[in-house]
């Protein structure tokens, strides 16, 4: 006969094995009606957090001419093309475009024309000047307002300093969710979202344009993972990567929106109040959503936890067991370890960790450099600048889905080599493709963003696959921010289109073919366990004898 007391033993042993995936599985449901309402939840602020690539189109370069004093042009808003232009501005293209920077230089005659009348005899064609002064085509850009002519390298700077501010984020908006809770960790970056989304309207000048800039995504910048989280800690395992790719899918929707809503609405200040003046709206997440049940287990926060649960098990129309909601609010005492096992030595001490952190941060850097990229410079493809940015955008959440279905199917390698293969030849035979075929070379183009979006949902997944519980966290880490070189660096590719117009897109090609290969020398991780030791990790594609 079996002691009452082994009894008991036998089954609090079985219970420390019960967590909340377990239970997720197995009582509450892996993805029931609580957990769609959630998904459809976030969708918003997921979609907000795509305006901080606002600058695509506020910042957009604008066409632009020398100002010609000599024929009474006082100020930056006159006629761009008057009858008389080609007289004082030389055109280049075969004569269907104005030169930006340089003007004919004056004759010194002595007499001026007018803005109705300036003839040619007014300048010295055997010789041109820079610019003193600008007229613009348009004044729907930061580039009118804040006179910026000629100053590529100025304009371009606005999304490179919003792709810096990605990076300043994540300490700031890991310590608010780690201490305070993901739902304080969203609701703040949705206040400071709308706020510093909207002061940015009233810029007065350019330096408080990029200083906004850089405090929006500094403060506001971790909206996405913020909304992200509560995706992925509130399905059952089997959803995960469906619910990545849905978040991910929700932020190309949100670029969708943002290129719909600056072809509606074009005057950059007026867009900007258009797109965060809603997300105000979104603050009342704070009666609406509950916290992150993992978060309120983690910190012991065990009444509010098993509301929280109770909640769940009524939503999805289920029920908790009184042993599963016992063992999750008496977790086991984790044993202590004698010595923290150093990271740096760790590293060092093994060639096999050492390549795979010299490794995955170049697929990190040239996936977020490619697919940020051809989202920039969709917007020179041809005259249909906010249509080529829609679709550019739009063929994301295709590639993020079908990362879904050959993940588990084909292996991680086969897809992120796949992927970055299929993009980097894209992006090359879009270089040599004539002009004339535009409608040919935009289907390449969006085929390249394809690929590169499938590798996107896949990376997060494979990276976390090739390292151990004790260091993966850190290296994952490490691995996305050294990737946000390739963000920081994107907004600066349409300059090298005034060396070659080919430039951008075969620096693409070459990133992910370098890639490509560099995945071929990692193993496969679909069907192994996930390493939770250095040894494990380093057994990871050994043939076991």
Request: contains cysteine.
């Amino acid at each position: 006969m079996i002691d009452k007391s082994e009894t008991l033993e036998c089954e609090r042993k079985s219970e420390k094995f019960i967590d909340l995936d377990h239970v997720l599985v197995n009582e509450l449901g892996q993805f029931g009606r609580f957990q769609f309402k959630y998904i459809c939840l976030i969708a918003l602020p997921i979609m907000s957090s795509a305006f901080f690539s606002d600058y695509v189109f506020i910042a957009a370069t604008v066409p632009h001419r020398c100002r010609i004093f000599e024929c009474g042009e006082i100020n930056k808003s006159a006629a761009f093309r008057p009858e008389w232009i080609t007289n004082a501005v030389p055109v280049t293209s075969g004569g269907s475009m104005l030169s930006s920077c340089e003007r004919y230089a004056p004759a010194g005659t002595g007499s001026n024309g007018s803005s109705l009348h300036c003839p040619i005899d007014l300048f010295n064609h055997s010789d041109t000047q820079k610019c003193d002064a600008f007229v613009y085509e348009r004044d729907t850009s930061v580039v009118y307002d804040f006179d910026l002519g000629c100053e590529e390298w100025l304009r371009t700077l606005a999304g490179t300093i919003s792709s810096l501010g990605t990076l300043l984020v994540l300490p700031f908006i890991g310590y608010i969710s780690d201490h305070y809770g993901r739902r304080m960790a969203l609701l703040v970056s949705i206040f400071n979202t709308a706020v510093v989304g909207v002061l940015k309207a009233f810029s007065v000048n350019y330096t408080m344009f990029l200083t906004v800039q850089l405090l929006e995504t500094t403060l506001g910048g971790g909206l996405f993972s913020a909304a992200y989280i509560f995706a992925a800690e509130l399905v059952g395992p089997k959803f995960r990567v469906f619910a990545s790719a849905t978040c991910s899918s929700m932020f190309a929707t949100g670029q969708v929106v943002l290129g719909a809503a600056a072809w509606l609405v074009q005057p950059w200040r007026t867009l900007v109040l258009s797109l965060y003046i809603p997300v105000f709206l979104l603050l009342s997440y704070y009666w609406v959503f509950s916290e992150s049940i993992r978060w309120l287990l983690s910190k012991k926060r065990y009444a509010e936890a098993r509301i929280a649960l109770e909640n769940v098990a009524t939503v999805n129309r289920t029920e908790i067991s009184e042993k599963s909601m016992n063992a999750l609010m008496n977790p086991p005492a984790k044993p202590e370890k004698d010595e923290n096992p150093s990271l740096t030595k760790s590293i060092l001490r093994s060639p096999v960790l050492l390549r795979r952190v010299c490794t995955t941060p170049v697929w990190w850097i040239t996936t977020t450099f490619v697919y940020y990229g051809l989202s920039i410079n969709s917007t020179s493809l041809s005259k249909t600048v906010y249509l080529n940015y829609i679709l550019t955008v739009a063929i994301e959440i295709p590639g993020f889905y079908t990362a879904v279905l050959t993940l588990d199917r084909f292996g991680r390698k086969m897809t992120l080599c796949s992927g970055f293969f299929f993009s980097a030849a894209c992006n090359l035979a879009f270089v040599f493709i004539p002009a004339e075929l535009a409608a040919f070379r935009m289907v390449v183009y969006l085929a390249g963003k394809f690929g590169i979006s499938l590798v996107f949902t896949s990376l997060y997944l494979y990276t976390s696959e090739l390292y151990p519980t004790e260091f993966r966290h850190s290296l994952l880490g490490f691995s996305s921010m050294i990737g946000r070189i390739g963000s920081v660096c994107a907004p600066l590719t349409p300059l090298l289109t005034n060396l070659w117009l080919g430039l951008p897109n075969t620096i693409f090609a070459i990133l992910g073919l370098i890639s490509g290969v560099l995945v071929l020398t990692q193993p496969e991780t679909l069907g192994t366990k996930l390493p939770d030791t250095l040894e494990e990790a380093e057994d990871i594609g050994k043939i076991k004898a």
